[in-house]
């Protein structure tokens, strides 16, 4: 009866969590991307002169819709959360010879 009584109770809390959680979060995600993306387009369209290829660039991501397909989406989901964790591990090698060979650390961040 207590296995029984647990299986019910998290089959509650997923059900909770897919109804009442997923949906507040992806509206709250939704709301602050559409406001977001609003107040670019209008920065760079106002604002921002001469256009140069990264303002043209930044616009297109702001107003385009995804042409790339189904296979894409995954893709390039996977390789932008594969470049965080490369970021990340540099970071902390980075802080690894900062804190323990300080007299290097300025070899490193030289840009040669």
């Known amino acids: 009866i207590i296995v029984l009584t647990v299986l019910y109770n998290k089959m509650n809390i997923d059900e909770y969590s897919r109804r009442y959680y997923l949906q507040i979060t992806y509206g709250i995600i939704f709301v602050l991307g559409l406001v977001g993306n609003i107040t670019s387009v209008i920065i760079y369209v106002v604002r921002l002169r001469p256009w140069k290829s990264s ?34 591990t540099c970071l902390s090698e980075f802080h690894y010879v900062v804190v323990v060979h300080p007299l290097r650390a300025a070899q490193v961040q030289r840009k040669s």
């Open 55 to 88: 303002s043209i660039i930044m616009v297109n991501l702001a107003l385009d819709d995804w042409i790339m397909g189904d296979v894409m989406c995954p893709i390039v989901c996977f390789s932008s959360h594969f470049n965080l964790i490369l970021f990340l």
